[in-house]
């Protein structure tokens, strides 16, 4: 039985390490709009996989996270330029 791969795009965000498993948590409550990775752990980088077409819903997301809970995040749109390469 072969699984159809879906395209996704890879955004990347910072936060505190301490808020890592409440935001994957959180984001990955939205049954299908992204999954969320710890590409690394030491400087709190996590990678959302967001499924083509979800974009605007993981904004709304993202949004709501950002005006209603207390987790500082931030996108990282340099992260892989930093690190020099992507997981």
């Given amino acids: 039985m072969r699984t159809a791969m879906i395209a996704c795009r890879k955004r990347y965000f910072r936060l505190p390490a301490r808020h890592i498993a409440h935001f994957q948590f ?3 409550g939205y049954d299908g709009i992204a999954t969320v990775t710890t590409v690394d752990s030491k400087a ?3 990678m959302l996989c ?3 077409g979800l ?3 993981v904004d709304r997301v993202l949004d ?3 005006q209603e809970i207390l987790i ?3 996108e990282d749109t340099d ?3 930093e690190s020099g390469v992507e997981p």
């Fill in 72 to 74: 500082p995040f931030r």
């Fill in 55 to 57: 974009e605007r819903e």
């Fill in 26 to 28: 959180l984001v990955e």
């Fill in 79 to 81: 992260w892989k330029e």
């Fill in 44 to 46: 709190a980088v996590l």
């Fill in 64 to 66: 709501a996270m950002a």
């Fill in 50 to 52: 967001i499924p083509d």
